[in-house]
């Protein structure tokens, strides 16, 4: 099985040699996410009524994501650092620990999201007409929780290992398992938004299932091994290690998530539940145009945070040069395809004609700054990728949590903006936060590689 060799490979191919493999499994993973929604809008009669309802679990399954990421984005680089410093022991410890937090945190997400499923749900703002499709689907969804956590967390690790293509390989399985079982059970089967549900919990575990078995066999190089309970009573200071630079991650989704009910909240009264179902369609157009950006960021990750451990200041910054000038060149065609076919974009989404007249205004408003990505996720990668985790946690919080959410509220009613205002916060927010994120790192890294000796 080829490995990517982090140790002596050239900068760019180590990039593209993880990164193309990501890119493919991104992919894959977005349709994973969003080929229920698809499939969900046209389910005769109910399909846009539905989709928003569904669209209201978002900050469940986004805060479901945001403790992977916390898990999986935190622990990977300090793997990939103790590798670097060639310090295997570390290493493991740090893998094991991760893996340990994700199973006790899946079992407990689980419980919490069958027993409160109903008031969370109330408290986001779901009317009674939408609870009784987004309440179902919340409960058969979340009995996957453990499965997405396990595949989803652990393959950043797999991918530190340099088995880029395997790590691809673990979410093709889960991806094209749901795609066949969606129609199946929505359409075949008639359940309903229910039967996406279930069809996205068996993928999950068939990925998850893919996953343990590579971490427990012969051809993994860092084996999985279940902690004893002295090593879980020792485990602290890796934990908060993991926990403290992971912090960045689960943050910038549990904001995404801030940000999902203020929008779900705001539009639902300034522009009703069609403005809600519009929202749904912006979120999964920016989750599919994000993936080749995410691709990209993370899988110039692992080789930053390997020679930061190796301090070889000068592959780090040839890494970040990389990545930026890929990250942007695609930003900007998304940008230039999405000014001019905004239909052919919504219409992924949706057959329903008729929301055509509000729904392009929108996109076009929501994308008009989506080539400042790149500085966002950029910056926020490289942070990530240092171990630099109070720089990771502010720009987290910076753009969503304290600009994104307050214009949400203060541009429809304080400037009168309507639903405009809530889909003008986001490429604001773009703009300033972005740049200051890509700012502070290009200091950060001119100070450290200054201060190397």
């Known amino acids: 099985m080829k490995r990517v060799d982090f140790e002596n490979g050239k900068t760019l191919n180590n990039i593209l040699a993880t990164a193309l493999p990501m890119l493919v499994a991104q992919i894959i993973n977005l349709l994973y996410n969003i080929v229920d929604r698809i499939y969900i809008a046209r389910i005769p009669d109910i399909g846009t009524v539905a989709l928003g309802a569904v669209g209201l679990c ?35 410890e740090i893998q094991n620990t991760s893996f340990f937090l994700l199973i006790v945190t899946g079992i407990i997400l689980i419980i919490v999201g069958e027993i409160f499923g109903r008031p969370i749900l109330a408290a986001f703002g779901t009317s009674e007409a939408a609870m009784v499709y987004a309440l179902p689907y919340l409960r058969i969804y979340m009995l996957g929780t453990i499965f997405s956590m ?124 069609l403005y809600v179902s519009v929202m749904t369609m912006v979120n999964s157009a920016r989750q599919m145009m994000e993936t080749p950006i995410l691709a990209i960021s993370e899988g110039t990750s692992p080789i930053i945070s390997y020679n930061y451990g190796a301090r070889r200041f000068d592959k780090i910054k040839r890494s970040i040069a990389i990545m930026v000038a890929m990250d942007f060149g695609y930003t900007f065609i998304v940008w230039m395809f999405i000014r001019l076919f905004p239909a052919a974009v919504i219409g992924i989404f949706s057959n329903d004609k008729t929301i055509l007249a509000d729904a392009i205004p929108a996109f076009n408003l929501y994308f008009s700054t989506f080539i400042f990505m790149t500085f966002q996720h950029s910056g926020q990668v490289v942070f990530k990728s240092l171990g630099r985790k109070g720089h990771a946690i502010f720009f987290s919080l910076f753009r969503k949590a304290f600009i994104v959410v307050p214009l949400t509220y203060m541009l429809p009613y304080l400037f009168h903006m309507g639903t405009d205002g809530v889909f003008a916060a986001e490429p604001i927010s773009n703009v300033i936060g972005g740049t200051a994120c890509f700012v502070t790192m290009l200091f950060t890294v001119r100070k450290m590689a200054q201060n190397k000796n």
Do not use: W
């Open 58 to 92: 978002f900050p469940l399954v986004i805060l479901t994501t945001a403790f992977t990421n916390m898990f999986g984005s935190g622990g990977a680089p300090l793997f990939s650092i103790a590798r670097g410093q060639k310090n295997e022991e570390r290493a493991r």
């Open 150 to 273: 396990i595949s989803t967390g652990m393959n950043p690790f797999i991918t530190a290992q340099g088995y880029a293509v395997v790590g691809m390989t673990t979410i093709v399985v889960g991806a094209a398992a749901n795609i066949i079982l969606d129609p199946i059970f929505i359409f075949v089967f008639g359940l309903g938004p229910e039967g996406a549900a279930i069809a996205t919990v068996i993928s999950q575990a068939l990925s998850a299932i893919y996953v343990l078995r590579f971490f427990f066999g012969d051809r993994c190089a860092y084996n999985l091994r279940i902690m004893s309970a002295s090593e879980v009573k020792n485990c602290g200071k890796t934990a908060r290690s993991i926990i403290g630079l992971g912090s960045a991650a689960f943050i910038m989704q549990f904001t995404n998530a801030m940000v999902s009910i203020s929008c779900n909240s705001v539009l639902s009264n300034v522009g009703g539940d």
